[in-house]
């Protein structure tokens, strides 16, 4: 079992930055690919980025390529999403999620086995 908390979202003009932090407990922090995905009000929840188990492999949504960058602190059971030059259509609740699957397609959600409880992120025109 995997307990997520998200945490860094907040208010902010378009063009500004913000970073998502999200803290896993348990040991086994290494044996989850981690992603982000993100659900904008009457939208369905969408793909944002994942990173491998040791962070080797990265990838990301079309919409926020160049723009937003994942990582991980294994040591620190941490994945962080470093958002910049964030436009209004980035505002959402924005999660994160673990995933234990071997081989899978892991920008689906349904992939994923753990999730938080979200963080609102809002932009400003």
């Known amino acids: 079992q995997v307990q997520l908390v998200e945490s860094g979202g907040g208010l902010v003009q378009a063009g500004g930055s913000l970073r998502l932090s999200c803290a896993a407990s348990g040991r086994t922090f290494s044996s989850y690919a981690m992603g982000w995905f993100r659900q904008a009000p009457g939208k369905e929840r969408e793909f944002v980025a994942r990173?491998?188990?040791?962070?080797?492999?990265?990838y990301y949504a079309d919409s926020v390529k160049g723009r937003f960058t994942i990582s991980r602190d294994n040591a620190k059971n941490t994945v962080y999403l470093q958002m910049n030059s964030l436009k209004p259509e980035d505002t959402a609740v924005y999660y994160c999620?673990?995933?234990?699957?071997?081989?899978?397609?892991?920008?689906?959600?349904?992939?994923?086995?753990?999730w938080g409880q979200g963080t609102q992120v809002t932009v400003s025109s």
């Open positions: 990173s491998s188990r040791y962070g080797a492999s990265r």
């Open positions: 999620a673990a995933s234990s699957a071997p081989d899978v397609n892991l920008s689906r959600a349904r992939n994923y086995d753990f």
